[in-house]
């Protein structure tokens, strides 16, 4: 047998007490009110997805750089096999959902034939300048049931009036084409590299900007918000989803869905442990995305393709981001032919493998369930439904019930390799801490103890 038990926010209690005091009663049967703030329906579709590819393609795949100057000539981006189906094919059988794509990166290259600019693949023997990247991804995604995301850099080292307001309205212009033109995009991702040294239309210089000002985000978030209405945008601090904090793939053992946005500095990484953690205390729903690469570098190095991650390194990062309560955001460098390599793509079948075997069978299907306290003794809120695959069911527990637990009852001595507990995040992120107890010769032992669960925690 095992138990299971819950603490939830006393933010909660006290919420829920002052709802009784206020109406004089509360009906039982009712859903538990919301703990605000609480993710809007985009959020709620968007942890769903849990686990989707980066993919880091241009013009550094071809000079062995991460970061490219600015200076490179476009002639030197020319995949000979690029396959974008070959890509959806590959990531779709890999059990992820969606593909965000680097459109433009610091060198300012851009992956599609922009008007704004001569530094694009229009001007590459690619296609013979008649390529569109974003265009032949989202085909391929629409072919394998893919989402699409694009990532756009707000810095551009080939441009020469970075620093000025006109790059801002050339960045601004670059955003709307891309967000008007191909579909519907389920992430917008902006990077909080900004300023330094680069090409800059042949000045070759170091220029600095004031990253609190300078992009006036605002007006740049009000564009998404109108061409896709139903995108989660990324950045340090969102609004729609933020920083993990690190390239490491790891989130925090404790990971609120919460953040004030205040708080963080888009470029700053001024606080680690905010943006690993989140904030019990957050006035914004601002779940953390953890975003690593299957390799060293970002970029394809062909001196790297002994050393993508072995499965077993995969499998840790899995578990300690989407099973930590954040999306799983993971980089695979496009190589040189324009095609996923084929050590990539073993390595993703294989960590697929590992995953369908280990989430094969569910135990507690054929389990007993007893709950210390069910809502109102209601059958809506029963115990049961925590392992009947519903969404949109849920356990829940009388008002002012801080402290709670579930018995899992499996009848005989019963091996378990993992066990996956989900809150139901439509009502607010409540669960501060739980512990994880096994019947074991003839007495309760702990054997695990954690704090936040969130969309997912293993």
Not at 224 to 238: E, H, M, T, W
Not at 404 to 433: H, W
Not at 438 to 445: M, P, R
């Amino acid at each position: 047998m095992f138990k299971f038990y819950k603490t939830i926010k006393m933010k909660t209690n006290i919420f829920l007490l002052m709802a009784m005091f206020l109406s004089g009663c509360i009906d039982q049967i009712t859903p538990p009110a919301p703990l605000f703030p609480i993710p809007t329906e985009q959020h709620q579709n968007w942890h769903q997805l849990e686990y989707y590819a980066f993919i880091h393609f241009g013009p550094n795949t071809f000079t062995d750089k991460e970061w490219g100057y600015g200076d490179e000539s476009p002639a030197i981006f020319n995949p000979t096999e690029l396959d974008c189906r070959q890509w959806a094919r590959i990531i779709k059988a890999a059990g992820m959902r969606g593909i965000i794509l680097t459109t433009k990166h610091h060198d300012g290259f851009c992956m599609w034939p922009s008007p704004e600019t001569e530094h694009s693949v229009k001007n590459s023997p690619w296609r013979n300048g008649k390529g569109n990247l974003l265009q032949e991804l989202r085909d391929a995604c629409n072919e394998y049931d893919l989402k699409l995301g694009f990532y756009l850099s707000p810095w551009d080292r080939n441009h020469a009036q970075y620093g000025s307001p006109l790059y801002i309205e050339y960045f601004r212009k670059q955003l709307k084409d891309i967000l008007t033109n191909y579909g519907e995009i389920f992430e917008v991702w902006f990077d909080g590299a900004n300023g330094g040294d680069g090409y800059y239309g042949g000045a070759n210089e170091v220029r600095k900007i004031d990253k609190k000002t300078y992009y006036d985000w605002d007006s740049t978030i009000k564009i998404v918000n109108k061409l896709q209405p139903n995108a989660i945008i990324f950045s340090d601090k969102g609004p729609g989803a933020r920083w993990i904090g690190n390239e490491r793939g790891v989130a925090g053992e404790t990971n609120w869905c919460l953040l004030n946005p205040d708080s963080i500095i888009v470029g700053g990484a001024n606080n680690m442990k905010l943006l690993n953690e989140g904030d019990i205390n957050g006035t914004n729903w601002i779940p953390g995305e953890t975003d690593v690469s299957i390799r060293p570098g970002w970029f394809y190095h062909q001196s790297q393709d002994k050393k993508v991650k072995s499965t077993e390194h995969l499998l840790n990062i899995y578990y300690a981001s989407v099973g930590s309560n954040s999306n799983l955001l993971l980089n695979i460098p496009i190589d040189k032919r324009g095609l996923i390599h084929e050590n990539d793509s073993a390595a993703l079948m294989d960590l697929k493998k590992i995953l369908d075997e280990s989430f094969a069978q569910n135990l507690t299907q054929s389990a007993n369930l007893q709950a210390s306290n069910t809502r109102g003794n209601m059958e809506q809120y029963k115990v049961e439904n925590a392992i009947d695959n519903n969404k949109v069911s849920y356990w829940a527990t009388d008002n002012g019930v801080v402290a709670s637990n579930v018995i899992i009852d499996f009848g005989n001595p019963t091996q378990i390799n993992c066990f996956m507990v989900q809150e139901y995040i439509a009502l607010g992120q409540r669960v501060k801490e739980f512990k994880i107890e096994a019947f074991i010769n003839d007495k309760w032992e702990t054997i695990n103890e954690a704090t936040t669960i969130g969309r997912a925690n293993a």
